[in-house]
Nanobody, 128 residues
């Protein structure tokens, strides 16, 4: 069982930056895919960014490309989501998720149905 704990959320004005952290009990074959998802009230959970921790491949939703960066620190068992140029529409609860084994498409890497381990979430609020 992989345990995930998110941190780093908060309130920021449009154009600002935040860095979210996802600390894991392990990032091994049990959790070699890590992704960030977000869910705004009344909306479905959507994939934001995904990372294949073994090969360091990264994938992003079109809505955040060029603004968000997912990265990892193996020594700390932590995955980060650096969010720049934030917009009010980025306001949501952000979740970290992980899974082991392969994923065969970019779509799968950003689909919540692909992931088995989830954190509790951290709130991000962007004001205009």
């Amino acid at each position: 069982q992989v345990q995930l704990v998110e941190s780093g959320g908060g309130s920021v004005q449009a154009g600002g930056s935040l860095r979210l952290s996802c600390a894991a009990s392990e990032y091994t074959h049990s959790a070699n895919w890590v992704a960030w998802f977000r869910q705004a009230p009344g909306k479905e959970r959507e994939g934001v960014a995904a990372l294949y921790t073994t090969g360091r491949s990264t994938y992003y939703a079109d809505s955040v490309k060029g603004r968000f960066t997912i990265s990892q620190d193996n020594a700390k068992n932590t995955v980060y989501l650096q969010m720049n140029a934030l917009k009010p529409e980025d306001t949501a609860m952000y979740y970290c998720a992980a899974k082991g084994g392969p994923l065969d498409s970019v779509y799968a890497s950003l689909s919540p149905d692909s992931y088995e381990f989830w954190g509790q979430g951290t709130q991000v609020t962007v004001s205009s």
